[in-house]
């Protein structure tokens, strides 16, 4: 599985949007893209998955460049409510043996 | 809701001994993941178990072991407890291809 790193965390203020950039030099042809939400005490959260180029929902935006060894997770306008820890993980769909790294902790401040 | 179902919530037990916890997939997920968070680490992926087969295993201990049964629920049994389990345990399940959905784990607490 591809090595993912991840700033270990970021502040913001409420309204403003947050990007996240996920480095992975070693993705394979096979591997999606995939982010989760964490906050204290729940499991994680499924945010948004991509192949390339770019991915919307109604939470976020996923944002991958052509040659898929990065991308970034967009928050727009965040809340207090968006404080919490945010995994990008790597995988071709089997998951097996899916590791999280260490996360990015987003902390967002009136 | 993920859909995935986790019990008990909390559990508070003595060093030495054993317990089991419990998960039921998303209807439908075939595949049931393990997960070990402690505090002062990540997410652990202990087991994954497919369609009632064990298909990968993580850092699991040899004091921790898994079964998922026919209706495709799974138990994580964990003996010979030590302070050092005391940690959040996570159930997953997914389809393929499709991603991980997580339950909102089990707390142990070895006193």
């Known amino acids: 599985l591809a090595k993912t790193t991840q700033p270990i965390s970021m502040d913001s203020y409420e309204g403003q949007e947050v990007n996240i950039t996920c480095s992975h030099n070693?993705?394979?042809?096979?591997?999606?893209i995939t982010w989760y939400q964490q906050f204290p005490s729940q499991g994680p959260r499924f945010i948004i998955q991509?192949?390339?180029t770019k991915v919307t929902n109604e939470v976020a935006s996923l944002f991958i460049p052509a040659d898929r060894k990065s991308s970034t997770l967009s928050l727009p306008r965040v809340s207090l409510s968006d404080t919490a820890v945010y995994y990008c993980?790597?995988?071709?769909?089997?998951?097996?043996?899916?590791?999280f790294g260490a996360g990015t902790q987003v902390v967002v401040t009136p | 809701d993920s859909g995935v179902t986790q019990t008990p919530k909390h559990l508070i037990t003595a060093t030495g001994q054993r317990v089991t916890l419990r998960c039921s997939p998303r209807?439908?997920?075939?595949?049931v993941y393990w997960y070990q968070q402690s505090l002062d680490q990540g997410l652990q992926f202990l087991i994954q178990?497919?369609?009632?087969?064990?298909?990968a295993k993580g850092n699991i201990l040899e004091r921790f072991s898994a079964q998922q049964f026919p209706d495709l629920h799974s138990e994580l049994n964990l003996s010979s407890l030590e302070l050092g389990d005391s940690a959040l345990y996570f159930c997953?399940?997914?389809?393929?291809?499709?991603?991980?959905?997580f339950g909102n784990g089990t707390r142990l607490t070895v006193t």
């Open positions: 178990y497919y369609n009632g087969e064990e298909r």
């Open positions: 070693n993705i394979a042809t096979n591997d999606y």
């Open positions: 997953a399940s997914s389809a393929p291809g499709v991603p991980l959905h």
């Open positions: 993980l790597v995988g071709d769909g089997s998951w097996g043996k899916l590791q």
């Open positions: 209807s439908g997920d075939l595949s």
């Open positions: 991509g192949y390339k």
